[in-house]
């Protein structure tokens, strides 16, 4: 009976645990939480740590903001991939 316990308790902590990842997983799709970057985008300007900050928790958007017409050229520009790279942060394959 005693090694029962910690397996429960093992397996508990686990649904627990992965339950957080899913909840940090969901990201809302809003490019203007990437406007801490339009500077960095649009100059030479190295990007602040707020805006690699915002790239990434909007990484997982970008493929859909590249289908947008209106985003297409700020978003797929030489610039913001430099940004991106710089911040770690690599454009996803789309």
């Known amino acids: 009976m005693e090694m029962k316990i910690p397996y429960v308790a093992f397996c508990v902590v686990m649904v627990l645990l992965l339950g957080k990842t ?3 997983v969901a ?3 809003n490019p203007m939480e990437l406007s801490p970057c339009a500077n ?11 805006c690699c900050t915002k790239l990434k928790q909007q990484r997982p958007c970008l493929c859909n903001y590249l289908k947008n017409p209106n985003l297409q050229r700020l978003v797929n520009s030489p610039n913001a991939r430099k940004v991106a790279n710089t911040c770690g942060s690599p454009f996803p394959n789309c």
Do not use: D, G, I, L
């Open 22 to 24: 899913q909840e940090s």
């Open 27 to 29: 990201v809302t799709c």
């Open 40 to 50: 960095a985008m649009t100059s030479s300007n190295p990007p602040t740590p707020a």
